[in-house]
């Protein structure tokens, strides 16, 4: 049976490399942003501390606009697969979050 499912934002609201959306999953802090057309959700952890990603409420992107950047130590994860790819906590991932979009709309799908 699908989960049930939340509102988190209208998708006009997550441009690709741009600013993310901040939320609650499961009481848990978690983020959205637009990758390459797709919407990916994760919990705003990073794999080193246990720390929030974003230096600003919602800047989740680096400079080039290619990865995401934990504020911290500068850990750099793929927006895609929230792998971790160069600093402390390299090889380590993110914990995903499922989100679908829909008819100009993000949901947040609760398991
Ligand atoms: S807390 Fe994120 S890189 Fe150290």
């Known amino acids: 049976m699908a989960g049930a499912e939340r509102l988190i934002c209208a998708a006009a609201d997550l441009r690709a490399g741009d600013n993310g ?3 609650e ?25 246990a720390l929030e990603l974003d230096w600003n409420p919602g800047r989740f992107f680096d400079d080039s606009g290619l990865y995401l950047i ?13 792998l971790c790819v ?3 906590c390299h090889g ?6 499922q989100l679908v979009e829909r008819d100009g709309y993000v949901y947040l799908v609760e398991t």
């Open 21 to 23: 959306v901040r939320f």
């Open 25 to 49: 999953a499961a009481g848990q802090a978690a983020f959205a942003v637009r990758w390459q057309g797709e919407v990916f959700g994760w919990l705003n952890q990073c794999r080193h501390v």
């Open 70 to 82: 934990c504020a911290t130590h500068g850990a750099l994860y793929e927006p895609d697969t929230g």
């Open 86 to 88: 160069s600093g402390p």
């Open 92 to 97: 380590r991932a993110l914990f995903p979050i």
